[in-house]
């Protein structure tokens, strides 16, 4: 797939599937189960390294994980994160982006709105496909106070929706929404003609994201040795996948009771 088909999906009304993916057997299995987008997330730092927080991942990390998840990905359109402070400004971020474009990825993500009008110019006028990310943003962690659902007072809520405006007139061609009430959610997916995704954000995204780990229920940390996991193996993991993807697209997750 190519970044300019997801308008596509938006205009059909169907819905986009998006998991996370960090290494090449994972990748595959995810690309040849019929996910739309895989993303090399820098949630690699806490699933795979085991950190708090997502600030400690490198951007020769990201090349390294990108590299892994292309190079067997056939389908999906690959997505790769610009690491915590690796897009401060504009020279260093052009570098960066183009480091994981020649790892083989599509796009890469970046999160904020208007304070990173500079950057997300610098890389569309260079070529370099954008997904923004609004909403929580994990790599914030360490200088936000309110590290939680976001956009519940008018203020925040405004500035999300200002925010996706703008990036989307920059030139961005998908805006992920974490961790935000469904009714922000449905507005701001309203409001523009490029795709969101959704993670926390409820149903009325143009589609859903998952880190991979979660949704397959594989869980840090050594396991009671009761502990059976019936997932483990193909036949378990693709089913989950499968069973994703179908609810995607029907339309049944994320329920109410999944969303804010
Ligand atoms: O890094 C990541 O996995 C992400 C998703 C949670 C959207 O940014």
């Not at 970044?3 to 998991?19: N, P, R, V, Y």
């Not at 499968?242 to 995607?248: L, N, R, W």
Request: glycine content about 8%; overall charge negative.
């Amino acid at each position: 797939m190519r970044h300019a088909d997801l308008k596509q999906f938006k205009q059909s009304g169907e819905k986009i599937t998006c998991l996370t993916a960090y290494d090449a057997s994972l990748a595959k299995l995810i690309d040849r189960c019929g996910v739309d987008l895989i993303l090399v997330g820098d949630s690699l730092g806490m699933v795979v390294q085991g950190d708090a927080n997502t600030c400690s991942v490198t951007m020769s990390e990201m090349v390294y994980h990108t590299k892994a998840v292309t190079k067997v990905c056939k389908r999906a359109l690959v997505v790769a994160d610009l690491p915590f402070q690796s897009y401060e400004e504009p020279l260093s971020a052009l570098e960066n982006a183009k480091l994981l474009i020649n790892a083989g990825a599509q796009m890469v993500k970046l999160e904020g709105g208007a304070e990173r009008q500079e950057i997300v110019e610098a890389l569309i006028k260079n070529d370099i496909p954008i997904c923004a990310h609004l909403g929580l943003q994990p790599q914030k962690v360490k200088e936000v106070s309110d590290y939680k659902i976001q956009g519940r007072d008018q203020n925040s809520a405004k500035r999300i929706v200002e925010d996706a405006l703008l990036l989307e007139s920059l030139g961005v061609s998908a805006v992920v929404l974490e961790c935000v009430p469904s009714s922000l959610a449905s507005l701001v997916s309203e409001q523009l003609s490029i795709p969101t995704i959704g993670i926390g954000a409820g149903k009325d995204c143009d589609g859903q994201v998952l880190v991979c780990f979660d949704m397959l229920g594989i869980t840090q940390g050594k396991l009671p040795r009761f502990v059976r996991d019936f997932t483990v193996g193909n036949q378990g993991v693709s089913r989950a996948i499968k069973a994703f993807v179908e609810a995607v697209k029907n339309q049944s997750f994320p329920s109410e009771e999944e969303s804010y």
